[in-house]
Structure formats: C-alpha cells, structure tokens
C-alpha cells in the first residue's frame, strides 16, 4: 500500500503565496508520474502541474508562470509552490502519484491524496 498526505493549504490573500507538500510512504519502488489536480465543488478534478521522473513539467495554462511544481530529493515527496494567488484558485488541491510498488512487478498503479483546501481572499 501507498499512502500520499498533502499539507500546505490553508487561507491566504489575493496575489499571496503557499507552497503544497505531498509526501508519499509505503511500498515504494519508484516514483514515475506526478501531478496536482484540483476540484471546486460542482466540477472536475482538474490537472493543475505534473512533473515526470526525468523532471520534465507540464501546467494547465491558467497557472504558468505562476505556479511550480518540483520533486523533492527523495523523489517520494511533490511540492507546489504558487505565487500571485487569485480568487479562481479556490479550490482542494490533491496530489496524485504512479508508482511501481514493491511486489507489483512492473505495474504502475495510480494513488490519490486525501487534498488540502486553498482558499484565496479577495
């Protein structure tokens, strides 16, 4: 098993910062995929940031330049790290994570955050 908790989140003010932390534990072997998503109630999960395991970054355009998403050196931990926040960023934030785990051969099973709600003041 696989457990991913995000910490991070919280209440901030229009054009402030927060930065997002997953930690992955468990049966790891190795960390491929990573990404956040994000959901308002009402609305689909929407990715946010991915990052692969050679580092390669991808984000959904209403947050470039804006947001960075970065591994740590453990590989098993994700951060998100979002500058000049605005309203429209409300949202829960989760991270997700493919993963090959130990005993799951070359399986790449897919694993979800419990999220952290950020909440942007106007």
């Known amino acids: 098993q696989v457990q991913l908790v995000e910490s991070g989140g919280g209440l901030v003010q229009y054009g402030g910062s927060l930065r997002l932390s997953c930690a992955a534990s468990?049966?790891?072997?190795?960390?491929?995929?990573m990404a956040w998503y994000r959901q308002t109630p009402g609305n689909q999960r929407e990715l946010v940031a991915s990052?692969?395991?050679?580092?390669?970054?991808e984000y959904a355009d209403s947050v470039k330049g804006r947001f960075t998403i970065s591994r740590g050196n453990a590989k098993n931990t994700l951060y998100l790290q979002m500058n000049n926040l605005k309203a429209e960023d409300t949202a829960v934030y989760y991270c997700?994570?493919?993963?090959?785990?130990?005993?799951?051969?070359?399986?790449?099973?897919?694993?979800w955050g419990q999220g952290t709600q950020v909440t942007v003041s106007s």
């Open positions: 468990g049966l790891i072997f190795k960390s491929n995929f």
């Open positions: 990052i692969t395991s050679d580092g390669s970054t």
């Open positions: 997700n994570a493919h993963m090959l785990v130990i005993g799951g051969g070359r399986n790449e099973y897919a694993y």
